[in-house]
């Protein structure tokens, strides 16, 4: 069992950078995929970036391809997405999510196991 929280969504125009953190409990942080998704008001949770276990293979959905960076950092038990180059579109609840046991599914909700609770990120135009 692991508890997600978030962290460092706001409000920024359009052009700035947030970072978002996503802070684990528990001992077994490194056994677990890691993953960002988003949702906009009256829109499906949406897959935004995900990174393997030892960090070393991430994804990204093409919208934020060259703007956002997913990472993480076992030691600290947290994950990161620094999100640069934002846009009004970028507007969501941003929630970040552990996958514990190894599927294929690792680009839609269903693929993971536990949730955090959610920040809000807004930008402005």
Known sequence: QVQLVESGGGLVQAGGSLRLSCAAS????SSYRMGWFRQAPGKEREFVATIARTGSITY???????RF?????NAKNTAYLQMNSLKPEDTAV???????RVTTIIMRPSGYDYWGQGTQVTVSS
């Open 26 to 29: 528990g001992r077994t942080f």
């Open 60 to 66: 990204y959905t093409d919208s934020v391809k060259g």
């Open 94 to 100: 941003y929630y970040c999510a552990g996958q514990s």
């Open 69 to 73: 960076t997913i990472s993480r950092d």
